[in-house]
């Protein structure tokens, strides 16, 4: 299903949502559609277009700080569904430094690679597998948690409300 990004009254973005349950906040008045979707839905007596983004008509108070969990789809949302080594589809996790020496699982140290390069790399460095990383991994940005809301992948529409700030 699709995903609206839903923004406090102060742009500010608070969560995704699926598009049926952003198309029902406009229509209960509690949001306005700030960016479409370019479909449109129908019902027996109404024709719907389908929001991709949505400004709430109050403000909410929203926790200071949301911590990203280190998970599978947000490494993979993180690093673009892309390999660190070769650039190729991703398709599973890796740790650059490996934990059998003494590699933490943590945001620096995990990457999203193909199968050929995880083989590749084994229980060794980059350095010492021959490979190298295209960018070193890093903690997420603020709105880092959207990945973990909407998949691998953002909605192009919703890039202005996500200035990238740390």
């Given at each position: 299903?699709?995903k609206a990004?839903v923004?406090?009254?102060?742009f500010?973005?608070l969560?995704?949502v699926?598009c049926r349950?952003a198309?029902?906040l406009?229509w209960?008045?509690r949001a306005t559609?700030?960016?479409?979707?370019?479909e449109v839905?129908?019902?027996?007596?109404h024709?719907?277009v389908?929001?991709?983004v949505?400004?709430?008509n109050?403000?909410?108070?929203a926790?200071?700080r949301r911590?990203?969990?280190l998970?599978?789809?947000?490494v993979?949302?993180?690093?673009?569904?892309?390999c660190q080594?070769c650039g190729?589809?991703?398709?599973?996790?890796?740790?650059v430094?490996?934990?059998?020496r003494g590699?933490a699982?943590?945001w620096d140290?995990v990457?999203a690679?193909?199968?050929r390069?995880?083989i590749k790399?084994?229980?060794?460095l980059?350095?010492?597998?021959?490979?190298?990383?295209?960018?070193s991994?890093?903690?997420?940005?603020?709105?880092?948690?959207?990945y973990t809301?909407?998949?691998?992948r953002v909605?192009p529409?919703?890039q202005?409300?996500?200035?990238?700030s740390?």
């Amino acid at each position: 299903m699709t995903k609206a990004l839903v923004l406090n009254a102060t742009f500010e973005p608070l969560s995704v949502v699926s598009c049926r349950r952003a198309l029902v906040l406009v229509w209960r008045d509690r949001a306005t559609v700030v960016e479409e979707r370019g479909e449109v839905w129908h019902s027996a007596d109404h024709t719907f277009v389908v929001p991709s983004v949505v400004r709430l008509n109050y403000y909410v108070k929203a926790p200071f700080r949301r911590s990203v969990p280190l998970t599978r789809r947000a490494v993979f949302g993180r690093d673009e569904n892309l390999c660190q080594y070769c650039g190729a589809t991703a398709e599973s996790l890796d740790h650059v430094v490996p934990r059998s020496r003494g590699g933490a699982h943590t945001w620096d140290n995990v990457v999203a690679c193909c199968r050929r390069c995880n083989i590749k790399k084994g229980n060794r460095l980059p350095t010492e597998a021959g490979i190298v990383l295209l960018r070193s991994p890093r903690s997420p940005w603020r709105f880092g948690w959207i990945y973990t809301s909407s998949g691998y992948r953002v909605d192009p529409a919703w890039q202005p409300y996500l200035a990238y700030s740390a």
